[in-house]
Nanobody
Framework: QVQLVESGGGLVQPGGSLRLSCVASGRDFRSYAMGWFRQAPGKEREFLAAITWSSASTYYADSVKGRFTISRDNAKNTVYLQMNSLKPEDTGVYYC?????????????WGQGTQVTVSS
């Protein structure tokens, strides 16, 4: 089992920034890549970004490329999502994921989610 706990969500104005954190624990979590997904109101959960533990390769959805940055601190078992130039359409619940396949139906472990609201 892998446990994931997100934090860092909140209310931010358009154009602002937030940094989300996800602390991982449990057996063998280092064997998984880590990622972030988002579920906007009335929409399906979507992939945003992913990072591998060993090689630090990163992957991004086109909708966030250039604005969001995923990173990890292995010593702290933590993955971050730095979000800049936020837009109202970035509003949603953000989920941390641990999995070797970053599609919604294949994710092995999910966090509980953290709400991000972008509004003036």
């Amino acid at each position: 089992q892998v446990q994931l706990v997100e934090s860092g969500g909140g209310l931010v104005q358009p154009g602002g920034s937030l940094r989300l954190s996800c602390v991982a624990s449990g057996r063998d979590f280092r064997s998984y890549a880590m990622g972030w997904f988002r579920q906007a109101p009335g929409k399906e959960r979507e992939f945003l970004a992913a990072i591998t533990w060993s090689s630090a390769s990163t992957y991004y959805a086109d909708s966030v490329k250039g604005r969001f940055t995923i990173s990890r601190d292995n010593a702290k078992n933590t993955v971050y999502l730095q979000m800049n130039s936020l837009k109202p359409e970035d509003t949603g619940v953000y989920y941390c994921a641990a999995s070797n396949e970053m599609s919604v139906d294949a994710v092995a472990y999910w966090g509980q989610g953290t709400q991000v609201t972008v509004s003036s």
